[in-house]
Every structure is written in structure tokens, then in C-alpha cells.
């Protein structure tokens, strides 16, 4: 997993519309499937039986979770907007699979800003990837502390 997480906080004021945010990138392996369907309590047996997968669901492989992939694209969104930001809202949608060994990529895009309550609001364009193709689109809402905000 190679990713840049800056050690510095991220301000509303340091985004603009149309900013990209640093991609995570990832290559999901069987190990790590093995032990997201463990912490989560998933026994499907889509994500660690190979022949279950080809003879009974007709993959090529077994399949990464779309959780785990969702999961990795709320970590691009949380490394990105550092310790004070918070993620007010997010939403994905798994609509194709990834196979472990792949490289994945997760990150987004700023589209809007504003101030809402005293708060710098930022909204976001998500996506996981693989190559070209959109594995997972998204949207999120993440709130951001303001220059010379103490609180």
C-alpha cells in the first residue's frame, strides 16, 4: 500500500474546486482479505474459496469485499483531511469486482466549498479504481477547521 500522508493539518482555506486528492494506492492481497472477513464476520466463501468462486459464482478468483474497498476509500479521504478534519458524510457504491494482486487505486476530487455554520465544508467526488476503470463511486462531505479556528 504506498500512500502520503501529510504530517501537516489540512485548512478549508488550502482547497480549491477541482483540487485532486492524493491517491491511495493498494494492491489487496489474500492475506489481508483473509483477515477483513474475519474482523467483519464474513464467511461468504466468494472471498477465500477459489473453486467456490469459478465453479459456483463463475470469477475468475476469489473477490475483494466491496467493504474492504470502501473501507480503503474512506482511509484516502481521512489520510487526506488529517487528524482535526471529520468526515460528515460519505457514500459508495460497489458496481464492479477487484481480484486480489490487483492494483487499486482510491482517492477523489474537491467539487464544491463553503461555510456552514462556522465550519468549512468541503464536498468530494470519490472513486475507487482500477486502471481507467471506476470499481466504486462515491461522494463525501468532510469538514475542515478554519485558519486561526482554536476550537
Known sequence: MSTTVSTEQLHFEDVAVGEELPSLDVVVDETQM??????TYNGHRIHYDKEWARDREGYDDVLVQGPLQSALLAQAVTDWIGGAGRLVSFAAQNRAVAFPGQPLSF?????ATRIEDGRGLVELEIAGRRGDDVLM????TVSLPLRGDTA
Do not use: C, E, L, Y
Not at 463511486?137 to 463525501?140: F, H, L, M, V
Open 137 to 140: 463511486p462515491g461522494s463525501a
Open 107 to 111: 482517492g477523489g476530487r474537491v467539487t
Open 34 to 39: 483473509f483477515f477483513f472477513s474475519a474482523a
